[in-house]
């Protein structure tokens, strides 16, 4: 019985920016098909708008970040890596590249590379809620829940209404065994979106160890409403269920 994090990727915190002297319905066209489309589509919309050599600096370098996100969501973390470094290159203070860079040495694995490339996109960026809660999520795969917590605590300082923060700082309170803290995080992220599928999952995770079987049945359902392919869900469900059966 595990608690969820929720991880945050940038993909589209772009301004539109047309370069003087350019066709200006053409370049935001081009834009928008690699800003705006899904990830699936977005690949082949951000190699036409960085082909079309319309853009530099920072824009550019949004174009390369944007790409390499939608890498990423598809599990190509090389490209994924090699576009991220690409847009550093070309704009070394672009703070969401080394955001979302640090994202995919978190999916490596390599948690102290994932943390250095946040601390670098907090330096850039102080007040960069996402990176904060990025960090924190590594800080805590390496055990140490409560920089985890102060990471968690300045995202949601900073909005808030993140619900994303309190569904990871309620699972760093579960695991130190704060069940009570961990449930009221739980509650704020539903409250902020109640169709948060990781705050009912995990919050039924807690009242099942806290052996309010009744309350962990009924989050459990309401997650299994919301992601009926998620199988974890469906096992919690039965799992609960049985175990009231038999008292």
Same mark, same amino acid.
């Given at each position: 019985?595990?608690?969820?994090?929720?991880?945050?990727?940038?993909?589209?915190?772009?301004?539109?920016? %047309?370069?003087?002297?350019?066709?200006? %319905?053409?370049?935001?066209?081009?834009?928008?098909?690699? %800003?705006?489309?899904?990830?699936?589509?977005?690949?082949?919309?951000?190699?036409?708008?960085?082909?079309?050599?319309?853009? *530099?600096?920072?824009?550019?370098?949004?174009?390369?970040?944007?790409?390499?996100?939608?890498?990423?969501?598809?599990?190509?973390?090389?490209?994924?890596?090699?576009?991220?470094?690409?847009?550093?290159? !070309?704009?070394?203070?672009?703070?969401?590249?080394?955001?979302?860079?640090?994202?995919?040495?978190?999916?490596?694995?390599?948690?102290?590379?994932?943390?250095?490339?946040?601390?670098?996109?907090?330096?850039?960026?102080?007040?960069?809620?996402?990176?904060?809660?990025?960090?924190?999520?590594?800080?805590?795969?390496?055990?140490?829940?409560?920089?985890?917590?102060?990471?968690?605590?300045?995202? !949601?300082?900073?909005?808030?209404?993140?619900?994303?923060?309190?569904?990871?700082?309620?699972?760093?309170?579960?695991?130190?065994?704060?069940?009570?803290?961990?449930?009221?995080?739980?509650?704020?992220?539903?409250?902020?979106?109640?169709?948060? *599928?990781?705050?009912?999952?995990?919050?039924?995770?807690?009242?099942?160890?806290?052996?309010?079987?009744?309350?962990?049945?009924?989050?459990?359902?309401?997650?299994?409403?919301?992601?009926?392919?998620?199988?974890?869900?469906?096992?919690?469900?039965?799992? %609960?269920?049985?175990?009231?059966?038999?008292?």
């Amino acid at each position: 019985m595990q608690m969820r994090l929720s991880k945050y990727r940038l993909l589209a915190c772009m301004a539109v920016v %047309v370069l003087a002297g350019l066709p200006r %319905v053409a370049a935001a066209d081009e834009w928008d098909s690699c %800003v705006k489309l899904s990830d699936d589509l977005a690949v082949a919309g951000c190699s036409r708008a960085i082909d079309s050599h319309q853009y *530099t600096d920072r824009s550019l370098a949004r174009l390369y970040a944007r790409r390499g996100g939608a890498y990423q969501s598809q599990g190509d973390l090389n490209h994924a890596m090699a576009d991220f470094n690409e847009s550093m290159r !070309i704009d070394p203070t672009y703070p969401s590249a080394y955001n979302n860079r640090g994202n995919t040495w978190y999916r490596r694995g390599d948690f102290d590379r994932a943390i250095a490339d946040y601390n670098q996109a907090i330096r850039l960026d102080p007040k960069y809620e996402s990176a904060y809660l990025n960090r924190g999520s590594a800080l805590g795969a390496k055990g140490d829940l409560d920089r985890a917590i102060a990471d968690y605590n300045q995202a !949601i300082q900073f909005n808030p209404k993140y619900g994303r923060a309190y569904v990871n700082r309620g699972s760093a309170w579960g695991t130190r065994g704060d069940l009570d803290r961990a449930i009221a995080d739980y509650n704020q992220a539903i409250r902020l979106d109640p169709k948060d *599928t990781k705050a009912y999952y995990n919050r039924g995770i807690a009242w099942e160890k806290k052996r309010s079987l009744q309350a962990a049945l009924a989050d459990f359902k309401m997650h299994s409403q919301l992601a009926p392919s998620d199988l974890d869900g469906l096992t919690a469900v039965k799992r %609960v269920s049985k175990e009231l059966s038999a008292r």
